[in-house]
Every structure is written in C-alpha cells, then in structure tokens.
C-alpha cells in the first residue's frame, strides 16, 4: 500500500513532460491562430471582385 501511494506521489510531481507538452500544443495552437488570421485579412473582400 505504502508503495502504491509512492508512485501516485511520483507521478503527480513529475512535471517535466507535462509541462512541454502543454508548451508544444501553446505554440501550435498560436502558430494556427496566426495563420487564420493572415489568411482572412489577405483574403479577397467581396467589393474587390470585379464582375464583367
């Protein structure tokens, strides 16, 4: 019992690859954000279309 209770303690402080994990998925998900975005201001309006 004492070990089982040693282990849950060891993986609830073990912060290391949690902690780059949540750092990697940050960076994608602003790395999205800011193509989203690059592309809905660079993208045609509706007024600039000309028709013949």
């Known amino acids: 019992m004492n070990m089982m209770i040693n282990n849950l303690i060891a993986l609830v402080y073990d912060w290391s690859m949690g902690v780059i994990m949540i750092g990697v998925f940050a ?7 800011g193509v989203l975005v690059n592309f809905m201001s660079s993208g045609k309006k509706k007024n600039d279309i000309k028709e013949d």
């Open 27 to 33: 960076l994608v998900c602003i790395i999205l954000i």
